[in-house]
């Protein structure tokens, strides 16, 4: 019997975080659809199943709710699970228990045993390892052998989080402006969905 799995985001990065375990619902046979209460509804591909509306959300009967977000709307039906997607940078409240999910799955063994010191302490949600599906795309050829370079100069990517006490976006902007001219490296500059327009703008 094919089972259903609702995708929640509340922002457009949910897509790429989301993405792979859509994939890999669709590879054993089930469904997967995505709700969202924020922007990227729009940018889904036309493949892709979108719920408009919790009425529609409740028909679907989800099994599982899987989301990047911080919080889940709890009259959703199925278990509710926060699949983490990035790296512990120190972040005050980074391990914070907010009541909403039945399962969270970490990127790591630092955040993996944090939350199940939490688990055993409070004992109403499980902890899974389960990496970073973002990257997944990434490391598909890990370990075939390295094809020879074929850039002429080394490539240098810089991505920067929106949050401004920890974005060094608008610090490093001349001197990265400044080596990307040189022409002695090839720059591939990222910056969060969320990052301040006038940062993008820049």
Not at 31 to 49: I, T, V
Not at 129 to 148: I, Q
Not at 172 to 191: C, N
């Amino acid at each position: 019997m094919k089972k259903h799995y609702l995708l929640y985001g509340s922002e457009r990065y949910a897509l790429a975080i989301l993405r792979p375990l859509q994939d890999a619902i669709r590879a054993r046979g089930h469904e997967a659809a995505w709700f969202f209460d924020g922007p990227g509804a729009n940018e889904l591909r036309s493949d892709e199943r979108f719920l408009a509306t919790t009425k529609a959300v409740r028909e679907f009967a989800p099994i599982a709710v899987l989301t990047s977000s911080n919080a889940v709307p709890h009259f959703f039906p199925g278990v509710k699970v926060e699949v983490f997607h990035g790296f512990d940078a120190g972040k005050p409240r980074h391990i914070y228990i907010r009541g909403f999910f039945d399962l969270y799955c970490t990127t790591g063994a630092r955040d993996t045993e944090a939350f199940e010191a939490k688990a055993r302490e409070l004992r109403h949600f499980a902890v899974k390892e389960t990496g970073w599906p973002k990257l997944d795309p990434f490391m598909r050829e890990h370990g075939a052998d390295m094809p020879p370079p074929v850039r002429p100069h080394p490539v240098i990517l810089y991505h920067s989080t929106f949050s401004p006490s920890w974005s060094a976006a608008t610090i490093l902007y001349d001197a990265i402006r400044e080596f990307s001219r040189s022409g002695r490296w090839r720059w591939i500059v990222t910056l969060h969905p969320k990052s301040a327009p006038e940062t993008v703008a820049r």
